[in-house]
């Protein structure tokens, strides 16, 4: 699915958080907002996700005006937001039966899916019973079992410890790649972004306006950064992150 930003702003009274922006959100593409804290990265997806409406500018999706949520548009928080008198197996199962699928056939993709994010053998675990992680997975086998045309990432790693964010990471980009939604990830994480991204925006202080836009799709994707290097550096620079103070030094102190 294509979605189109065009000359969005939004303000909440006197408050502008999102200033005349404007970008195309290719079918298949995954994008990654990255910016400091309250630029209006959330509200942006929250937009997509037909939660808010701009303040002026046109938002679509296949040429159709966002104007209310919609199952081709899901999105995935960063608390897990499971029902916790659920089991996995039901709190996945519910996804399809929101839309009108038989109790069995839902029950039957639920456990697919929770076998697809590696929770085989915890399908009749309630949510307090399972690590962070674990409520993460199923919270993804959710997100995918009704295949949205459009997947939304609201900082969904971000309570999670570096390891298992690290793993969940490599979770979700198999995901992706075998199911192609249209993928829009807000992230704190730089890494994360070059991680699975195809393309990264970074954001400005309020009100939000793009500083710089990196298309990432030409380079291998895995954990070790090494390639992307340059663009990380970069990046964290137009941030405020001084990456020199983080170089490793020398027995003199120099910078290595």
Same mark, same amino acid.
């Given at each position: 699915?294509?979605?189109?930003?065009?000359?969005?702003?939004?303000?909440?009274?006197?408050?502008?958080?999102?200033?005349?922006?404007?970008? /195309?959100?290719?079918?298949?593409?995954?994008?990654?907002?990255? #910016?400091?804290?309250?630029?209006?990265?959330?509200?942006?997806?929250?937009?997509?996700?037909?939660?808010?409406?701009?303040?002026?500018?046109?938002?679509?999706? !296949?040429?159709?005006?966002?104007?209310?949520?919609?199952?081709?548009?899901?999105?995935?928080?960063?608390? &897990?937001?499971?029902?916790?008198?659920?089991?996995?197996?039901?709190?996945?199962?519910?996804?399809?039966?929101?839309?009108?699928?038989?109790?069995?056939?839902?029950?039957?993709?639920?456990?697919?899916?929770?076998?697809?994010?590696?929770?085989?053998?915890?399908?009749?675990?309630?949510? &307090?019973?399972?690590? #962070? #992680?674990?409520?993460?997975?199923?919270?993804?086998?959710?997100?995918?079992?009704?295949?949205?045309?459009?997947?939304?990432?609201?900082?969904?790693?971000?309570?999670? !410890?570096?390891? /298992?964010?690290?793993?969940?990471?490599?979770?979700?980009? %198999?995901?992706?790649?075998?199911?192609?939604?249209?993928?829009?990830?807000?992230? &704190?994480?730089?890494?994360?972004?070059?991680?699975? $991204?195809?393309?990264?925006?970074?954001?400005?202080?309020?009100?939000?306006?793009?500083?710089?836009?990196?298309?990432?799709? &030409?380079?291998?994707?895995?954990?070790?950064?090494? $390639?992307?290097? %340059?663009?990380?550096?970069?990046?964290?620079?137009?941030?405020?992150? %001084? /990456?020199?103070?983080?170089?490793?030094?020398?027995?003199?102190?120099?910078?290595?």
């Amino acid at each position: 699915m294509k979605l189109q930003f065009s000359q969005v702003t939004k303000s909440f009274g006197d408050l502008n958080v999102i200033r005349q922006f404007d970008t /195309t959100i290719r079918n298949g593409e995954i994008v990654a907002l990255v #910016g400091p804290s309250g630029c209006g990265k959330s509200t942006l997806l929250h937009m997509l996700a037909g939660l808010q409406q701009p303040s002026t500018g046109a938002l679509t999706a !296949d040429g159709a005006s966002v104007a209310r949520p919609s199952p081709e548009r899901t999105l995935v928080f960063q608390e &897990h937001a499971l029902y916790p008198w659920m089991t996995l197996l039901d709190n996945v199962a519910l996804a399809l039966e929101f839309q009108d699928k038989p109790r069995a056939t839902s029950l039957s993709e639920a456990r697919k899916w929770l076998s697809r994010v590696r929770l085989v053998g915890f399908e009749d675990y309630y949510p &307090h019973q399972v690590s #962070g #992680g674990m409520r993460q997975r199923c919270a993804l086998a959710r997100a995918f079992i009704a295949r949205p045309k459009v997947l939304l990432l609201d900082e969904p790693f971000g309570a999670l !410890d570096a390891l /298992t964010r690290m793993t969940l990471q490599s979770v979700l980009k %198999d995901l992706i790649e075998e199911e192609r939604p249209t993928v829009v990830l807000v992230t &704190h994480d730089v890494d994360e972004a070059l991680y699975l $991204a195809d393309r990264v925006l970074v954001f400005s202080q309020r009100p939000a306006t793009v500083l710089k836009e990196v298309e990432l799709g &030409h380079i291998p994707k895995t954990h070790d950064l090494s $390639a992307f290097a %340059d663009v990380r550096r970069e990046v964290l620079n137009l941030l405020g992150i %001084d /990456t020199d103070e983080h170089q490793p030094k020398d027995s003199q102190g120099e910078t290595a």
